[in-house]
């Protein structure tokens, strides 16, 4: 009698393998998952970061601009900022209209009526989308990041500053993170 010796995988070696893949799959999903989630929370965190940093710069630019008259943008016609605040102020991404020397709560973006949404560099080619905002003091703009269940649950809120030249900034609401 000769026996040939078979070489393979016995039919149980094959089953504990794969389970021992299905357990490794089910525990590396979640975190596959997570990284989504994490992903949308830090473009959150770049999109209110870039507000943040727009509204102060057209800030200082609409102090350094106050009172001197029309002034000349190398796009979209000039930019004047009256004594009150209000006017319009030249940017690199496009004039942009103010209330009380801080970018106005809107997401158009054109000639006369672009806002913080514009000064800060989001477009909606970004997976941006905004909800409400104005023209001006008390509009309330939400800026929300798109891709996750619930992108309303993804976000912050932008309003202009309410006071004057000694008042405060604008209010920038804390991130919604519930719906990344």
């Given amino acids: 009698m000769n026996r040939n ?3 393979g995988f016995t039919l149980i070696e094959l089953i504990v393998v794969i389970v021992i893949l299905g ?3 089910a525990v590396a999903l979640p975190r596959f998952v997570n990284l989504q ?6 473009k959150l965190n770049a999109a209110r970061g870039a507000v943040q940093a727009a509204a102060a710069l057209v ?6 601009r106050t009172g001197q008259g029309n002034i000349p943008c190398p796009a ?6 009256t004594v009150t605040g209000t006017g319009t102020v030249c940017t690199e991404t496009g004039r942009v209209q103010i209330v009380n020397w801080y970018p106005v709560a809107n997401a158009a973006a054109g ?3 672009a806002g913080i949404f514009t000064a800060a560099g989001l477009t909606v080619a970004d997976n941006y989308s905004t909800a409400g905002g104005g023209t001006t003091i008390g509009s309330i703009l939400t800026i929300q990041v ?6 309303g649950a993804c976000s912050f809120t932008y309003s202009p500053s309410t006071g004057g030249v000694a008042g405060t900034g604008p209010t920038i609401g804390p991130n919604v ?3 990344c």
């Fill in 76 to 81: 979209n016609g000039n930019a004047n900022v």
């Fill in 59 to 64: 800030h200082g630019s609409a102090l350094a």
């Fill in 5 to 7: 010796k078979s070489k």
């Fill in 37 to 42: 989630t994490d992903a949308r929370i830090a």
């Fill in 177 to 179: 993170v519930t719906g």
């Fill in 23 to 25: 357990i490794l799959a």
């Fill in 146 to 151: 798109n891709g996750g269940p619930t992108p």
């Fill in 111 to 113: 000639i006369t009526n």
